[in-house]
């Protein structure tokens, strides 16, 4: 975690409210769909009675793990991630060879389909958290869309610590990964572009991306 081989950094529905009126016909089942309705009254084929009620919110559960894919286990949770550069890169000089650690650190996958990230690699005037948005697209397999907003430390009005630090821009991080059937680990590729406020592309670097689950019951000794 403590090696730097470019300075950018990496670490990077609606409620609908609608009413409805039931109608409850004669051969309606106890299967039948209920949208904000009472339940039918009996009746038989010479009467019946609509039963009506007015317009309400119905309250629906929202998961990023549907059970569409039958998982049994979920991304959800504490990571400590690494990212190792597979030697495809633009605009780094000099360009990191293949299998050059790039960063390292700490992220949380939510339930809500959100994600942040701690990098260890970068300090805290170079912008060293980032957030970012995640799905699933397969059973265990889930993309990440990830962005920072990356600082010069360098560059800046010059105080008596040194450089302020200057506003670079946007960098771009997306991942594509996979769970371990048992949910400790996951693997993947990464991709990372860092931008100017212009949006002009300043760099492009690729790699490989491996995470491991952090318990309560984890101790540093793993991780480093």
């Known amino acids: 975690m403590k090696t730097r081989t470019a300075r950018f950094n990496p670490a990077f529905g609606a409620l609908a409210a609608f009413g409805a009126t039931v109608l409850a016909l004669s051969f309606a089942t106890p299967a039948s769909a209920q949208c904000g309705g009472a339940p039918p009254s009996p009746g038989h084929h010479v009467s019946w009675h609509p039963q009506f009620r007015q317009p309400g919110l119905q309250l629906a559960a929202y998961t990023k793990n549907g059970d569409h894919f039958g998982d049994d286990v979920s991304v959800v949770g ?43 690699h970068f300090a805290p005037n170079e912008s060293n958290f980032c957030l970012g948005v995640w799905e699933q697209t397969g059973p265990r397999e889930y993309q990440l869309n ?9 560059k800046g009005p010059v105080g008596p610590a040194g450089p302020a630090g200057e506003l670079v821009g946007p960098a771009n991080v997306r991942e594509a990964i996979t769970l371990a059937p048992n949910g400790e680990t996951f693997a993947g590729t990464f991709t990372i572009d860092q931008y100017d406020e212009n949006l002009n592309h300043l760099v492009h670097l690729q790699g490989k991306i491996t995470g491991t689950r952090i318990t309560v019951s984890t101790p540093p000794s793993s991780i480093f």
Request: proline residues 12%; negative net charge.
């Open 78 to 120: 504490f990571w400590h991630v690494k990212f190792v550069s597979d030697g495809v890169s633009s605009g780094i000089s000099p360009a990191p060879p293949p299998g050059a650690p790039i960063d390292a650190g700490y992220s949380q996958w939510h339930s809500d389909g959100t994600e942040i990230m701690n990098s260890g």
């Open 146 to 154: 990830h962005f920072a907003t990356f600082w010069d430390p360098t």
